[in-house]
């Protein structure tokens, strides 16, 4: 079975464009969550959905930070306009219910000159 | 708020050396607890978690035991490979929160040398 996909892998951009990240979770899994991983502040849980519906948002840092989630099988996050500070590693995971078992992509790493 | 608190790295060890990493949590109640490892290039993927105190996971040679008393899970490995060198996270769910949403220690770097 195909794990988590994430894309894209790397993404370079300069400050004040848009960048999309996109997530596939595994099929069957009705949670999938995104998270950022930095040097500083380690892996951040930005938000996360249940059966396609936001359940918590409160890790998204701010409004220029935004997610979704119209199906299944499909979510992306979206920064506009992205800063310097966006650069990190955004990952994606998806659960199976009553698993507590969360399987991430390989991430998509953003960096922001 | 429950958090975790894992050593600070990096952790550099020879082959067929024993492996701890600890790991404390602050909690309220018992949550379930879980290692994660973060292979170069990959992205995170569960080891071994304990659900209730007193618990042992194990996984790949890999055990962690959930002790209550000390609120501890530290890891360990009698005998580490050099395929073994990765990044390890310390995870509990958030206060209040399903297991689903984990809040991660800041990682443990491990590098094995042959």
């Known amino acids: 079975d195909a794990g988590v996909i994430q894309s894209p892998r790397h993404e370079v951009t300069e400050m004040g464009q848009e960048v999309t990240l996109r997530c596939k979770p595994i099929s069957g899994h009705d949670y999938l969550f995104w998270y950022r991983q930095t040097m500083m502040r380690g892996l951040e849980l930005l938000i996360y959905?249940?059966?396609?519906?936001?359940?918590?948002d409160s890790g998204m840092p701010e409004d220029r930070f935004s997610a979704k989630m119209p199906n299944a099988s499909f979510s992306t996050l979206k920064i506009q306009p992205s800063e310097p500070r966006d650069s990190a590693v955004y990952f994606c995971?998806?659960?199976?219910?009553?698993?507590?078992?969360?399987?991430f992509g390989e991430g998509s790493r953003l960096t922001v000159l | 708020g429950d958090s975790v608190t894992q050593m600070e790295g990096p952790v550099t060890l020879s082959e067929e050396a024993f492996l701890t990493i600890n790991c404390t949590y602050t909690?309220?109640?018992?949550?379930?607890l879980f290692w994660y490892v973060q292979y170069p290039g990959e992205g995170l993927q569960l080891l071994l978690k304990a659900t209730k105190a007193d618990d042992k996971g194990s996984n790949k040679g890999f055990e962690a035991t959930y002790r209550k008393e000390t609120t501890s899970f530290h890891l360990e490995k009698g005998s580490v490979q050099v395929s073994d060198s990765a990044v390890y996270f310390c995870a509990l769910p958030f206060s209040g929160g399903s297991n689903y949403k984990l809040t991660f220690g800041k990682g443990t770097l491990l590098t094995v040398n042959p």
């Open positions: 909690a309220t109640g018992y949550p379930s």
């Open positions: 995971a998806s659960s199976p219910p009553g698993a507590g078992e969360l399987f």
């Open positions: 959905f249940n059966n396609n519906v936001p359940i918590d």
